[in-house]
């Protein structure tokens, strides 16, 4: 790895925090005065609510209000009281068991929507969200929870061992021919991805779980074997809600990384490591995913170097050393 690139992955961090800062600033800002605005108007829908306890477009309305800003348990009262006034509302019903689900409440989830389910009038579309939501909501009331998937198929690649069309490699500021059976070539290949996730609910009074995720990826090529691809990735941590007035349903998760690449055969790359990352919930439809990870990796090169003056064990220490990864997913 040329050494402009690993200073570039040192510096990762500082250009991610240059980057980030000014948009996570402004949000910060914004923020309070948005939440105040929609405050005051929970406010006002709550005083007009208690005023018209069977006014439905005003509950509803409050319950909006009440769900954007995060504030489920204000949301989940309101509808509970309709219920007083007419337990025959079925989609109000639907309502409390998707948001006693946000809260992670699947026992109450579980029945609110069974309750719908055996309510008269109830609408084919609530109907199918509700048989949507009831399978998840089932398996997260266990405590140890599997989940995966896994895709398989083949495709062609015009340049398989991604070579110059020229066959003219630029090293040092000298061009080298690359030897016949290294130009660009084309071929196909087999692949198959498979992912696994086990959450483990520890009961205690934090409301943590351990969490595990593996990942593993390998490639069959009908003729160019040794771009064979093989990778092994995984992580093990702990995950703890935290809990925050602005981002209710927060949480913190520290883990521990590892992952093997094999490429023709031989291993590639090995890497160790541990990370941190947190969940932030803003409202119903927007969550930010900050994150930062740090790998101990080391690169071993076993096939010849055709660079001269260079030698596979040089490009192995060059290559190998810390990387560091900052992320910011927002879903």
């Given amino acids: 790895m040329p050494y402009r690139e690993m200073t570039a992955r040192a510096g990762l961090p500082r250009r991610l925090i240059a980057v980030c800062a000014p948009v996570v600033a402004l949000f910060v800002t914004i923020q309070p005065v948005l939440a105040q605005d929609a405050g005051n108007e929970q406010e006002q829908l709550h005083a007009r609510m208690l005023r018209e306890p069977t006014n439905y477009e005003v509950t509803f309305a409050y319950v909006k209000v009440a769900t954007d800003r995060g504030d489920y348990e204000a949301a989940i009262a309101a509808l509970e009281r309709l219920l007083y006034y007419n337990r025959n509302l079925a989609h109000v019903k639907y309502e409390l068991g998707t948001l006693y689900f946000k809260l992670r409440s699947f026992d109450m989830a579980k029945r609110y929507f069974n309750e719908a389910l055996a309510t008269p009038g109830l609408d084919p579309?609530?109907?199918?969200?509700?048989?949507?939501?009831?399978?998840?909501?089932?398996?997260q009331t266990q405590q140890s929870r599997f989940s995966g998937f896994a895709q398989t198929g083949v495709r062609y690649q015009s340049n398989a061992n991604f070579s110059p069309s020229n066959g003219i490699v630029n090293a040092g500021g000298q061009e080298f021919g690359l030897p016949s059976n290294q130009t660009k070539r084309s071929d196909g290949n087999w692949f198959g991805m498979v992912g696994l996730a086990h959450d483990y609910d520890l009961n205690d009074t934090l409301g943590s779980s351990f969490e595990t995720r593996f990942t593993g990826y390998l490639t069959q090529q009908f003729a160019l074997h040794d771009l064979n691809v093989g990778l092994v990735d995984g992580t093990f941590g702990w995950r703890v809600p935290v809990r925050s007035d602005w981002f209710p349903g927060a949480s913190i998760k520290t883990y521990v990384a590892g992952g093997?690449?094999?490429?023709?055969?031989?291993?590639?790359?090995?890497?160790?490591?541990?990370?941190?990352?947190?969940?932030?919930?803003?409202?119903?439809t927007l969550t930010f995913e900050p994150g930062f990870e740090w790998r101990n990796v080391n690169i071993s090169i076993n096939t010849p170097v055709a660079t001269p003056g260079v030698t596979a064990s040089q490009l192995n220490e060059f290559s190998s050393g810390n990387w560091f990864t900052g992320s910011m997913s927002v879903k």
């Avoid at 579309?125 to 398996?139: F, H, M, N, W």
């Avoid at 093997?260 to 055969?265: D, M, R, T």
Wanted: proline content about 5%; overall charge positive; glycine content about 16%.
């Fill in 260 to 284: 093997n690449i094999w490429v023709g055969g031989s291993q590639y790359l090995s890497s160790g490591g541990a990370g941190v990352s947190f969940t932030l919930p803003v409202n119903q």
């Fill in 125 to 139: 579309v609530t109907k199918s969200r509700i048989q949507g939501y009831l399978p998840d909501a089932e398996r």
